[in-house]
């Protein structure tokens, strides 16, 4: 998936900010972790990501201003040393079953953070990622593939 881009001119942030530890937030939701995985991600660890109103909270927290080209919003809650949960409100999508670059984004910010080892299983709702984060800094994504649906262009 290439590398986790770390430094907050790159996630990008509209200012300089420790990426590890974020000042925005809404409801429940603070202190996020900022991931560029080639599109922004912020991550917020939380006791039960599905206990998280991710619908209501997701669209104000995508465009704040912090994110000038908005942001991926992850909830993600620790299960093991090398198991995370995690729901994504995607940026100009909303709530996804899976998002890759989403999973990406919660192992590294799960690493950086202490809570889990470099190599997670990130589960879900629509199956589980394996997720190594690499010590040069690249993230390797490994999963099932399946068809979602097939189609013909006219024309
Ligand atoms: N669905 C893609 C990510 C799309 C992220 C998009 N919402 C963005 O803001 O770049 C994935 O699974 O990684």
């Known amino acids: 998936m290439g590398p986790a881009r770390l430094d907050w001119r790159d996630i990008p942030l509209a200012r300089a900010a420790d990426t590890l530890h974020v000042a925005v937030g809404a409801g429940p939701l603070g202190d996020a972790v900022a991931v560029n995985m080639g599109n922004p991600h912020a991550v917020f660890f939380v006791d039960d990501a599905d206990a998280v109103p991710l619908e209501a909270l ?9 994110f000038p080209e908005h942001a991926n919003i992850g909830v993600a809650q620790r299960l093991a040393d090398d198991r995370l949960r995690l729901r994504v409100w995607e940026r100009g999508a909303g709530l996804t079953q899976a998002c ?29 990622l394996g997720i190594l984060w690499r010590e040069d800094g690249h993230v390797e994504m490994t999963g099932p593939t399946a068809a979602s649906f097939s189609g013909v262009l006219p024309g």
């Open 58 to 66: 997701g669209p104000g927290l995508e465009i704040d201003p912090l």
């Open 100 to 128: 890759g670059t989403g999973a990406c984004a919660a192992a590294v910010a799960g690493a950086r953070r202490g809570l889990t080892g470099r190599s997670v299983t990130v589960v879900l709702d629509g199956g589980e």
